[in-house]
């Protein structure tokens, strides 16, 4: 079973501050998604990075996967109350034969509390 | 509207009273895929399935059943609830394989087993 630690589990800032939530796994993932969910309802996706070392931005929001593909990390500059909620990565396990491909492996979550 | 569906949201039962929560989607999506969220572990996926007829395990199949009859239905079945499958789960679907394609989530079912 490939783990993907994610950290840290709760971060409580101010709004304008910026922060960084990290992924961390010893596997190897053929891509990586970044998901918010709100109280009550299911996960969003935010964006996927596929190729190692990729940068994408969503607004202010980066999101960035390690060359390595081991790895990925969501950085928020200048924090909205908007942004509260829990934030969630999942790796996608590489496809070798039929066992493995489509299985998700999800990171513990970060609640993200943004105080006006 | 293109979504997800579960049924029920809520559901309180008693140990070994087997239960089917339902899943249907109307986006035509060849993936769908079950969740369970816990506390401090994210979301941990169940089964999942490529295809009709088609499914596979995931991280924490144990005590869990499913089946794909048909590709808008995945129903999620627990023959005999015990307390440790109290939780909330997800049912999701997508075009492509989980993670090569956006996954839509449905709006959850809270799951209390006495």
């Known amino acids: 079973t490939q783990l993907l630690e994610q950290s840290p589990q709760f971060l409580s800032i101010q709004e304008g501050e910026n922060l960084t939530v990290y992924c961390n796994s010893s596997?190897?993932?053929?891509?990586l998604q970044w998901y918010r969910q709100e109280p009550g309802e299911g996960p969003v996706l935010l964006v996927t990075v596929v190729t190692g070392g990729e940068v994408k931005k969503l607004k202010r929001l980066t999101f960035q996967f390690g060359d390595a593909r081991k790895d990925s990390s969501l950085h928020i500059t200048a924090a909205q109350t908007g942004d509260t909620g829990l934030y969630l990565c999942a790796g996608v396990s590489p496809g070798a034969g039929g066992t493995s491909y489509g299985k998700l492996t999800f990171g513990q979550g970060t609640i993200l509390t943004v105080h006006p | 509207e293109a979504q997800v569906t579960q049924n029920p949201r809520y559901l309180i039962t008693v140990t070994g009273k087997k239960l089917t929560v339902t899943c249907s989607q109307n986006m035509n999506h060849e993936y769908m895929s079950w969740y369970r969220q816990d506390p401090g572990l994210g979301l941990r996926q169940i089964y999942y399935s490529m295809n009709v007829e088609v499914t596979d395990k995931g991280d924490v199949p144990e005590g869990y059943k499913v089946s794909r009859k048909e590709k808008r239905n995945f129903p999620l079945i627990l023959e005999s609830p015990s307390p440790n499958q109290t939780s909330l789960y997800f049912c999701?679907?997508?075009?492509?394989?989980?993670?090569?394609?956006?996954?839509?989530f449905g709006p959850g079912t809270r799951l209390t087993v006495l």
């Open positions: 999701a679907s997508s075009w492509l394989a989980g993670g090569a394609d956006t996954q839509y």
């Open positions: 596997s190897v993932f053929s891509s």
